[in-house]
């Protein structure tokens, strides 16, 4: 945490801002530090050696939750760290930060109360909070790639291998099941750093605090179960949706960053036809020439094969315009992981031998792994079908007997279709 580092006074300045904000008291710490740095469900059980079952075997798999759906099973452990800041009365509570209402369009609501009030602050509703960061510091360009690991991105890895491209991971757990090789190609890959992007992808405000601990815990445990027993330090809300509350519960249980963005160049919009690539490349590119004040972290995804596309097009000229392009925590010379020091990638140990956490030694915790759901994709698929309905709908309403409402109802379609694709 940042503010770890901080001095005595200016800690004390810190403390009493929080403080003015009663909702989000004691950001200092969280439990996952406040533990000594070892979560209970990692700290020590990663060192007590044991045979942790081959990457990608039916037995490493039976180690996971199933994909696509936000786990319902989780470690006693993770619920107990969350029962106690619960107590401790560092979550906000749903009298004032209500669980989300998620439409089918993706859309959110909080009922009578405002998403973007200062006690909930929805990020994904247009709430700028400071408890996100989403921007780089001046000349720096943080290079993150969302929703991995997918079939896309192994070309795109193949470049950052050639190019020497040093790059975040925001990885959807599920899919490091589903796609654990080329996640081992990845990892392999001197520079990367692997981050959360939760398990299955939801809109985290929609959640129980019980599945955002879920979510977040699933993915930090496979990364690091994975990765040499590195412990991600970093997480990305999935469409931005994140407000006081699940910011209060990925802090105070896990101790993560928040990393949004700027800009959003929209590279999810060209596989499914609602924007060119070249429109994409070309406000992609406006950024990179623009301001270096303040720094760019993009949103970009290996969701296909054109999202992959722009960035290789595009990265020859953010050396050209000379920013200085790196990884997310090297933006501020953070450590990686939660146990690696600082800008000290090398602390990983030999590629391909896993140090892992066989956290389930005793047999007792079984959560199947059957798989199943449906894909990232096929879940965007689906929202396209069902704002295509909703279009045709509108474009009937047009051509009917009410050229306003039909206009209105189109209108709302089309903004729908906006949100339902912003990662
Ligand atoms: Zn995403």
Known sequence: MLLNFLPVFLLAEVMSAVQAAPLLQDGVKSLFDRAGGGHPSWGGSARRGGKFPEIGSPEWKALYPPLDVPPTDMPQAWLDALRSVEAQGLIPPLSVNPISTLWPDGSRS????????????????????????????????????????????????????????????????????????????????????????????????????????????????????????????????????????????????????????????????????LKSKQAVKDEFEARVRGPKSPGLIPLEHVTSVEAVDIFIETYPLFLEEGWNVTNIPDLWSEAWYKNSPSGEPSTRLDPGVSIVSPRRSDGTFAASATGGGSSLGQMECSHMLLWAGVMVGAVGAWKGRSGRMGALVGAVAIWGLVSTWKH
Request: net charge negative; hydrophobic share 35%; with cysteine.
């Open 110 to 273: 909080y009922g009578d109360l405002s998403g973007i009030s200062p006690e909930i602050c929805n990020n994904g509703l247009g709430c700028g909070s400071p408890l996100d960061t989403s921007v780089a510091p001046e000349g720096m360009l943080g290079v993150s790639q969302d929703d991995g690991p997918l079939g896309p991105g192994v070309r795109l890895y193949e470049y950052f291998e050639a190019q020497n491209i040093s790059a975040t991971h925001f990885y959807v757990g599920s899919n490091v099941v589903r796609n654990y090789g080329i996640f081992l190609q990845a990892r392999n890959i001197p520079g990367q750093h692997f981050a959360v992007h939760t398990w299955s992808h939801q809109y985290t405000t929609s959640l129980t605090n019980e599945q955002v601990v879920a979510e977040i815990g699933w993915t930090m445990q496979i990364l690091a179960d994975n990765n040499f027993g590195l412990i991600p330090a970093h997480w990305r809300p999935p469409y931005g949706d994140v407000d006081n509350r699940v910011r209060a519960i990925v802090r105070e249980v896990f101790g993560l960053k928040t990393i949004t963005w700027n800009p959003d160049p929209q590279d999810y919009f060209v596989h499914v036809g």
